[in-house]
């Protein structure tokens, strides 16, 4: 049987729970998939962590040197995390001809093309199916099962603590508090403005986008919006009007070039994305042939990265031929960038007084925007518009303002 050794760099929460998986099951994939995969190394400094856990005292490395320099190691899986050591060590590992599997996203959305040339070049193997999306085998279903298709759109939830505090905030509790349980829980950053600020969906976007529309997407084109700015109202003022708050992670291809945002938009609780709760993800997919797809499961914790990390180990084990992704990094010239976004608005204005929602019915008019919806609420006015240029809802918001009724809230409603 083919007997593959494996290096953990990083005992943290997904470290610890591949380690778990790993070996665990190692008999367990022995007969599912005939490859017997071993942990031969582990790369952790706090070595009372990695006794806690059965790793055996001898394979407790200390120094990523002696990692790659041991022969029994064909895979090398990194848990560390932000960009460096991490980019430095895979580096080293690629140069040493070991296959590496990260889950990395910041890393690799900064440097997927050095890694992969590097890997090329010493003819080695780079995976990366738990950077996007947890235990969710997006990476492979766009790398892998979607070779037949132009992809049009990927829109979705790649962000379990920005799931999950929406989900608890729906629920009554208070941003910090549903913030806590998400740290308690493992699936935030650790440094959870990373999670909050959509930096880490950004990072997710641009790798999933990479993989479905065949070019690099700058993280600096991608337009970024985190869900600290949500108020419990706005929460509560979509669900009367249908629809669930959630950070979406959009790509899609327009006449004006390509739109990649990261940003909170309103869902149709009529669409299963807005029913995804908790720490769970969910993507759809468009291709032109296949036409829609939705993928769905547990984004963020040790045991779900753990099971993605493993299913690259083990899709490395059985493919130590090489396979590279067909990436392509000449976005410069290839690849257009849509600059304004049509897409229907959830506006909230501050009311003044009984002149104020006809004020704010002029102005969207006079924009040549239309609304579906107005409403008063107390001291705010609610209004939903039928799909418009942000350029337009921007200048009609403006026109709001120059007549007193300044706007508190807005944001897209998107369309799946
Ligand atoms: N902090 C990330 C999340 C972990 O919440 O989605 C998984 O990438």
Redesign the pocket.
Known sequence: MKKVGVAILGLGVVGGGTYRILTEKNQYFKDTQGVDVTVEAVLEPRKERALSMGVPEEAICSHLLEVVANPAVDVVVECIGGEEPAFSFLMTALQNGKTCVTSN?ELFSKHWHELEARAKENNANIFFEATSM?GVPVIRVLADGMQANRVEKICGI?????NYILTRMDQGLTFESALKE?QEKG???ANPK??VEGY?AMY?LSILAGLAFHYAVPLDKISRQGITEIEKKDVEYAKELGYAIKLLAVGKRTDSGLEVRVQPALVSLAHPIANIKD?F?AIVIVGDSVGEIMLTGR??GAEP?GSAIVSDVIFAAKHLDRNYTHFLNETKDKLKFSQDVTAGHYLRFNRVDETSAQAVITALGKSGVTAKTIRQEGSDILAVTAESNESAVLKAVERAAKNGVTLAAMYRVEEL
Do not use: F, I, Q
């Open positions: 996203k947890g790649v962000n379990g603590t920005t998400a699936y935030a950053e990373a999670d880490d997710k720490c993800n984004g963020a990265t």
